[in-house]
């Protein structure tokens, strides 16, 4: 069984919809991320959550917003998609605490988001 | 602030040639490196990582030696198979106080063939 899961794993919409892209872990990690990709860019951080009240932006965050809705669940919206928001995003969590590698993350499957 | 530069692909080899992908890092502090790998249609993965200076990861064939002097941790196979075509990732992590958030290379496409 997968730790990490996204839903959807594709999605194809038209600009200036909204889309939900949600994450669910089953690791009991407190930390939880969003990235992008995009070819020739790598991975780049949208947002990051610590905790439950802990939420904030990464490097590219405009045009998205998050909700921790609870330890295992993160959710990113685009609340009026454009095209070049087509991408790969990966959710990934990680627990320093825990013992892991230092800030080893775990990534989800990826969502493939088109929009048209 | 942290950055990662690796070498940019495609890389194509034959099976059982030798693989380096290098990648050098700028970072406050004393970061901890990753090497991460995405097969075709998969999220990422550890491959392998170091935690300070002088260590070597190594994983399922492939090793990195984290090099302070010259800020490098390049990837290295002795012999590739057709299993490891995917995309690679150097990463780091900083450690400074309480940011410990992933910085990543832009990754680099290898190839394998039989």
């Known amino acids: 069984d997968a730790d990490v899961t996204q839903t959807p794993r594709n999605r194809i919409t038209k600009t200036g919809k909204r889309i939900m892209l949600e994450c669910s872990q089953t690791?009991?990690?407190?930390?939880m991320y969003w990235y992008r990709q995009d070819p020739g860019l790598g991975l780049r951080l949208i947002y990051y959550s610590f905790d439950v009240k802990d939420i904030n932006k990464g490097e590219i965050s405009d045009g998205y917003s998050v909700s921790r809705q609870a330890q295992a669940k993160f959710s990113l919206s685009l609340e009026s998609a454009i095209p070049n928001q087509t991408a790969l995003y990966f959710c990934?969590?990680?627990?320093?605490?825990?013992?892991?590698?230092?800030?080893?993350?775990?990534f989800g499957p990826g969502t493939r988001l088109t929009v048209l | 602030g942290n950055s990662v530069t690796q070498m940019e692909g495609p890389v194509t080899l034959s099976e059982e040639a030798f693989l380096t992908i290098n990648c050098t890092y700028t970072?406050?502090?004393?970061?901890?490196l990753f090497w991460y790998v995405q097969y075709p249609g998969e999220g990422l993965q550890l491959l392998l990582k170091?935690?300070?200076?002088?260590d070597k990861g190594s994983n399922k064939g492939f090793e990195a030696t984290y090099r302070k002097e010259t800020t490098s941790f390049h990837l290295e196979k002795g012999s590739v198979q057709v299993s490891d075509s995917a995309v690679y990732f150097c990463a780091l992590s900083d450690r400074g106080g309480s940011n410990y958030k992933l910085t990543f290379g832009k990754g680099t496409l290898l190839t394998v063939n039989p």
């Open positions: 690791k009991g990690h407190d930390r």
């Open positions: 170091a935690t300070k200076a002088d």
């Open positions: 970072a406050t502090g004393y970061p901890s």
């Open positions: 990934a969590t990680s627990d320093p605490t825990a013992g892991t590698v230092d800030n080893e993350q775990f």
